[in-house]
């Protein structure tokens, strides 16, 4: 059931990155939207006052969406982390009520930079432009870290399965492995290096952004455990078959996304 929904689920992100860019940027938002709902439904540190000022999180989405799609990179880069970020504390603050609101300020705005923020970036890649000799553009970079990130999580389960022995963090993710880690960050780089014709990397280039991703995405895996850990559940959601929750499927794909764009927008479209 697991490795039948992976495909499924690799299938409608390939067809969504093919068709025209709005279903591709309303595909990848509403992700953003479900992974979100997902978090911010079964934390047991937002409080019932916080509810109200999720809307404020949820209407984020559209705009960091749409600051994407027409390649406003500055506002993209800042609505986030800076606009919002002071946002939410005010509207938490007009609320009135004090009891935890520091906690509230600080889970919110994560929650926000994990399932929007993060994920966004892999909408930002579809709006990049073609480079010179470089026919795949944006959607050959999106395939790329997807397939890339995908791939990582699928290697590190499989050789921790087979050979895994040392474990790295129990506590948090007792299947971790550093057999599995080094295996998986190994075996995802030689395939990214033969995948480089999605992208404009050379070889050398393709080598050290697969490396980046492989050790971000295991980042972006125990950061989501550990938050699962502590709200004592295995699983963010049922929403996919032999996968749980969206966000147990992207939860590498929010921290890969963001390293990976600002890696390739420096190296060839920052001038």
């Known amino acids: 059931m697991r490795t039948k929904s992976w495909w499924m689920m690799a299938t409608i992100f390939v067809v969504a990155t093919v068709l025209d860019p709005a279903i591709s940027f309303v595909a990848i938002g509403a992700l953003s939207f479900m992974a ?23 209407l984020a989405i559209p705009v960091q969406y749409l600051f994407a799609y027409y390649k406003q990179y ?56 073609e480079l010179e000799g470089f026919k795949a553009g944006g959607r050959g970079l999106l395939l790329f870290v997807v397939f890339i990130t995908e791939m990582n999580d699928v290697f590190q389960f499989t050789w921790g399965k087979m050979f895994g022995r040392y474990k790295i963090i129990p506590k948090i993710s007792p299947n971790k492995t550093w057999e599995g880690f ?28 697969c490396l980046s991703v492989a050790v971000t995405g295991f980042i972006g895996d125990v950061v989501v455990s550990a938050i699962k850990r502590d709200i004592g559940m295995k699983d963010t959601g049922n929403t996919i078959p032999g996968h749980g929750g969206i966000l147990d499927r992207i939860d590498s794909l929010a921290l890969t996304a963001p390293v990976f764009f600002h890696i390739v927008y420096n190296l060839y479209y920052l001038q």
């Open 74 to 129: 500055s506002l993209f880069l800042t609505f986030i982390p800076i606009f919002m970020h002071l946002w939410i504390p005010f509207m938490l603050v007009l609320r009135g009520v004090t009891e935890n609101i520091g906690r509230s300020m600080s889970v919110l705005p994560t929650q926000l930079m994990l399932t929007v923020f993060g994920v966004s970036h892999l909408a930002f890649l579809l709006s990049l432009p």
């Open 182 to 209: 080094i295996g998986g960050i190994i075996t995802t780089t030689v395939v990214g290096y033969f995948l480089r014709f999605l992208t404009p990397f050379s070889g050398t280039e393709a080598v050290l952004i």
């Open 36 to 58: 979100l709902r997902e978090i911010a439904s079964i934390s047991k540190n937002v409080r019932e006052e916080d509810r109200k000022i999720l809307i404020w999180c949820y």
